[in-house]
């Protein structure tokens, strides 16, 4: 079989990352055995200098198409500084980020929803379902909180804009250079609570 240098360098990649992850005896304090693990990671990285594209590669060579599958191969290292191979193999699926963080009921009645992005199909529907739980727990107002939220559909922005005003309502009217690009988006469903106090953070 033959290997090339990137090869070896992904193998040697994987085996220390597992080493850092799997490598911890019940006597070791986790926070030192970590710590020990990247010392040593860090070392052997700056003898073999390994070039700097090296995390894209390994990055490009474990994602793929959703329902295929990788195998990786670490060697995990033993209390008698032996090596034992193993091999975890991982079937690749979907990432959803958790547009809802946090939420929850602060001070005095008052529900708080982070929302993190608009850039999740569906979204709006998490966002919908921690509302209805906040009310049932007895919020009495609302802040969302949109700091660090990077934006998304504007769809989503649209139906969580609907929860707090009436159906059929204008929301916002975009255009474009020609007639026919411009889009007006207006509330479609009725909503949750049009009278509930609401606040908005965002990033200034």
Not at 11 to 35: E, H, P, W, Y
């Amino acid at each position: 079989m033959k290997w090339n240098s990137k090869k070896i360098l992904l193998m040697i990649c994987v085996g220390l990352t597992g080493s850092a992850l799997f490598s911890f005896n019940k006597g070791d304090d986790r926070n030192f055995q970590i710590a020990k693990n990247l010392d040593i990671f860090n070392a052997i990285f700056k003898e073999l200098r390994i070039p700097n594209d090296l995390t894209s590669y390994v990055s490009d060579n474990l994602r793929g198409e959703p329902g295929t599958t990788c195998v990786l191969k670490v060697e995990r290292p033993t209390s008698d500084s032996t090596y034992v191979p193993m091999e975890f193999k991982i079937t690749r699926s979907t990432i959803r980020t958790n547009p809802v963080p946090y939420y929850g009921i602060v001070g005095n009645n008052v529900g708080y929803i982070v929302i993190s992005t608009f850039a999740i199909e569906n979204c709006s529907k998490d966002i919908k379902k921690a509302l209805i739980e906040l009310k049932q727990q007895g919020a009495k107002s609302i802040v969302l909180d949109l700091r660090g939220n990077g934006g998304g559909l504007l769809g989503e922005a649209v139906n969580v804009v609907n929860f707090f005003v009436p159906k059929g309502k204008e929301i916002v009217v975009t255009k474009g250079k020609i007639k026919q690009a411009g889009t007006t988006y207006k509330t479609m469903n009725e909503p949750v609570d049009t009278e509930i106090p609401l606040l908005v953070l965002r990033t200034a």
